[in-house]
């Protein structure tokens, strides 16, 4: 396990969700890390930012891979229906993965 590994399963058994803002730039919730967490984002940065991208791709490769298979999913996108029992968590992950709210974030 590499130490971005390491990090990122700390943050995340904290509750903490890093998001990845552009190529540079990380953001947390505002006011939850600590000295320690903020020195080894920064010191990993580059690594961890690598990380939350693939996981992104992940997520958006199995949400995709589900919708465009399933004719339920595919209608509640055009805003007839609801998705079906399997789409509906896949969206509601999807959904909070691509579009997280930023309001109350810092960068790190």
């Not at 791709?57 to 891979?65: D, E, N, P, V």
């Not at 209608?75 to 930023?102: E, I, M, T």
Request: proline share 4%.
């Amino acid at each position: 396990m590499t130490i971005a590994v390491r990090i990122l399963d700390e943050l995340r058994q904290a509750g903490i969700q890093p998001e990845v803002l552009d190529e540079n730039r990380l953001a947390v919730p505002a006011g939850v890390l600590t000295d320690d967490m903020r020195h080894a984002i920064r010191s990993h940065k580059a690594e961890l930012i690598e990380l939350l991208m693939a996981d992104q791709s992940a997520l958006a490769a199995r949400y995709y891979a589900h919708h465009f298979g399933c004719s339920h999913c595919i209608a509640a996108g055009r805003g007839y229906g609801n998705r079906c029992p399997v789409g509906l968590p896949l969206w509601h992950v999807f959904q909070s993965g691509v579009h997280a709210d930023k309001q109350h974030v810092q960068s790190a």
